[in-house]
């Protein structure tokens, strides 16, 4: 069976990294059901059209808690082998935990920083949903993703689209922000941030920078669940997101204007799609597929 490469020597941690495994990670893991499967449609949607095919070497960058990375460790089979790349510890303990639950014997997990490079020309094919926003340096991250590849090798990732097709986290964002300043420059952040790869003129243009061709954009739009009651969407919100990263910085002033906040956000979800599973808002993201140059 084909063993991947080792990655680069490790660096000290970026500010990037240390605030995704200090303050970010036990927020996703308390929502975890809530991005699991608000983001799982946005795959879904695409997987099976995927370029995977068995017995492939596979890389998913920010692979989070794993879900993407046994998908695709199922669909390129026992001949084929999968890595999972994070840089956040506790989500690879429990994507770690899924793999070894769900039995699957090519998939491995590592715990590293994407920008600082992944590997030489290894891959058949190299996947990341809702990891590349993050990157403190696109290009660099991207171009890390790019010489992962084997020549002519595809990649496919899946950023969000623009903030006015996005409501279900522009909307909450745009009430927090009624009542409380915007983070200052000095803000601790995840990175750019959840938009960052939005505009499709720009997205391409570094795409192109990181060595990337034949780059392609397909727009999804999927509901995704924001919350199973009205109360959970709320803490959601307050805690991750453009939302929750006001009301953080925000610190003693946002916990003063807090009843305030939370009548707005009631209001606004009261008006959210509502089924047996919860409330449900629009969201909408890109597909962007590329190669690797031949060799
Ligand atoms: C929004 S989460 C998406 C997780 C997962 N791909 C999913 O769809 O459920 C973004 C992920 O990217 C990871 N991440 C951010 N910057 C990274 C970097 N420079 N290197 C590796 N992982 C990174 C975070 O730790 C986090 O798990």
Not at 113 to 122: F, H, K, Q, T, V
Not at 239 to 245: D, K, L
């Amino acid at each position: 069976m084909p063993q991947h490469n080792t990655l680069p020597v490790a660096e000290p941690d970026s500010a990037f990294v240390d605030f995704w495994n200090a303050v970010l990670a036990p927020k996703f893991i308390r929502f975890r059901h809530i991005l699991v499967d608000g983001l799982s449609r946005h795959s879904a949607a695409v997987m099976p059209a995927l370029p995977v095919r068995a017995g492939d070497r596979v890389l998913d960058v920010g692979c989070g808690f794993g879900d993407t990375a046994l998908d695709l460790a199922n669909r390129v089979g026992p001949q084929g082998r999968v890595l999972g790349v994070d840089c956040c510890d506790a989500f690879l303990d429990c994507a770690r935990q899924i793999a070894g639950a769900a039995g699957t014997a090519n998939l491995d997990f590592a715990r590293h920083d994407a920008e600082l490079g992944l590997g030489g020309a290894e891959y058949d094919f190299v996947f990341a949903r809702f990891g590349t926003m993050f990157f403190s340096n696109p290009v660099r991250g991207l171009r890390s993703m790019r010489e992962a590849l084997k020549p002519g090798a595809r990649m496919a990732h899946i950023v969000w689209r623009r903030r006015e097709d996005n409501p279900w986290l522009h909307a909450p964002a745009t009430v927090v922000r009624q009542f409380l300043p915007a983070p200052g420059e000095d803000a601790q952040t995840c990175g750019p941030g959840p938009f960052s790869m939005a505009n499709e003129i720009v997205t391409g243009l570094k795409m192109e920078a990181a060595g990337f061709t034949d780059i392609h954009f397909q727009r999804i739009d999927a509901k995704v669940l924001v919350g199973r009651t009205i109360r959970e969407a709320i803490d959601f919100q307050l805690a991750i997101g453009p939302a929750g990263e006001t009301f953080r910085e925000a610190g003693a002033l946002a916990e003063q204007k807090r009843p305030e906040i939370e009548a707005a956000l009631t209001d606004l979800f009261a008006r959210a799609e509502t089924t047996e599973e919860g409330l449900w808002m629009d969201s909408s993201s890109w597909l962007i597929t590329a190669r690797a140059p031949d060799a």
